[in-house]
């Protein structure tokens, strides 16, 4: 458990200070300004996801590797989810006279 704690603080430390890293600090202070400077918006924020979903996978993997079981009961939301407003979800009238 130490191991792959120190495999993951090293791996996201070294990315926070390499190039990628600089370009997700660009991206977050100033998206347009960093566009501008020739950083790709999207390459950086599919890698940033990708790194996100890989430590939610390893996280995931050794939770399994502890409890020794996944059942569906072990993930529930922490409370219920706000419906969507009607104003939100159905078009208005006068939406569909700007078409």
């Known amino acids: 458990m130490l191991l792959i704690m120190v495999v993951v603080v090293l791996v996201f430390r070294r990315s926070g200070d390499s190039r990628i890293g600089r370009a997700w600090v660009a991206i977050r ?37 502890v409890t020794y079981t996944v059942t569906p009961e072990q993930y529930l939301f922490a409370g219920p989810i706000p419906p969507t407003p009607p104003s ?3 078009p208005s009238s006068s939406a569909a006279w700007a078409r």
Do not use: P, Y
Not at 36 to 57: E, P
């Open 29 to 65: 202070e100033d998206e347009t300004a960093a566009l501008a400077m020739g950083i790709n918006g999207f390459r950086v924020k599919l890698i940033a996801f990708a790194l996100g979903a890989a430590l939610a996978g390893l996280a995931g993997t050794v939770q399994a590797h």
């Open 88 to 90: 939100c979800s159905q």
